[in-house]
């Protein structure tokens, strides 16, 4: 696994190249390898050319690949008014039709930014939390996908699709819709945090979700979101501050390839600062390094 980062931990400040030099140092002595960049207005404004271009010069002056989390809402909260606790109006599956054109219109706003910055990848949500499977979503998330990899595709941008709290993106139906649509180029990010909110049917599974997300999506993982909870919330604590089973997931990325991006995204309202950032994903790197280790040689 390489080790990357999310600027979602920064998500209340404007993104700039001091924030992605902390981000870069987390890694060790050569600094992480990949940065995912979190698309909201206030944080990183992809409508700005002048801004992205700041940070697309970061990236091309330091050699960090970029990905790229779609927009999840349309305005401008600002600092003060962002929470992930507020309800994202971004809803590429949005039972209306005309909402459906004005996400993807966001998201490729979002993605346009790839003509400066090195972008690699985009993670895209389908639906919100909470929503049901039927034929509807199903037809509505092979649109949307076909729509943005049309848009994405020539600027060298692959999508991914990233497991929810819903039934639209459940390992097994996010297989069904990638086999559907015959989307052999569109990935998957697999959300560690959000795999555990899977609840386990017996006292004798109690790693289900992730267990049962790693074996049905792995030949479809491109890169990770990794972050911890309690089982309950979906907190983006930093690794071995909630209860996830870190053993049993480093078990799991040992079979990825090598190169596959385990990024950290973590809660911004822990309110970090460069120097905490830099020190506390230093040290959850370490854990997950020696947790390898341990397993390699047992």
């Not at 400066?116 to 939390?129: D, E, F, R, S, T």
């Not at 979503?137 to 949307?144: G, I, M, Q």
């Not at 993982?221 to 990794?226: G, K």
Request: aromatic share 6%; proline share 6%.
């Amino acid at each position: 696994m390489q080790p990357a980062l999310s600027t979602y931990v920064f998500l209340q400040q404007r993104l700039h190249p001091g924030l992605l030099d902390a981000l870069h140092k987390s890694g060790g002595p050569d600094g992480v390898k990949t940065i995912e960049i979190f698309a909201a207005r206030h944080h990183f404004d992809y409508n700005d050319r002048s801004a992205v271009r700041d940070i697309a010069n970061w990236f091309r002056s330091t050699g960090v690949a970029a990905t790229l989390h779609q927009p999840l809402y349309f305005s401008d909260r600002g600092s003060g008014q962002w929470s992930r606790h507020v309800a994202p109006n971004v809803n590429l599956i949005d039972p209306e039709k005309s909402h459906r054109i004005t996400a993807m219109d966001e998201v490729k706003r979002a993605l346009e930014s790839a003509e400066q910055v090195p972008i690699k990848a985009c993670v895209l949500h389908l639906g919100h939390k909470g929503d049901p499977w039927d034929t509807r979503a199903l037809e509505n998330s092979l649109t949307a996908i076909e729509h943005l990899k049309a848009f994405a595709h020539p600027l060298g941008v692959r999508l991914l699709i990233e497991n929810l709290q819903n039934e639209i993106t459940t390992p097994e139906h996010i297989l069904e819709i990638l086999h559907v649509g015959h989307f052999d180029r569109v990935g998957v990010c697999l959300d560690i945090g959000h795999a555990h909110l899977v609840q386990p049917t017996s006292d004798s599974k109690p790693n289900l979700g992730i267990d049962e997300a790693f074996e049905l999506l792995k030949p479809r993982i491109a890169q990770l979101h990794l972050h911890d909870n309690h089982g309950s919330k979906d907190d983006h604590l930093w690794p071995g501050s909630g209860n996830i089973d870190w053993n049993n997931v480093a078990k799991h990325v040992a079979t990825l390839p090598p190169d596959t991006p385990g990024i950290l995204e973590i809660a911004h309202e822990l309110e970090e600062t460069p120097s905490s950032v830099t020190t506390k994903a230093t040290a959850a790197f370490d854990l997950l390094k020696r947790t390898s280790e341990q397993l390699q040689s047992s």
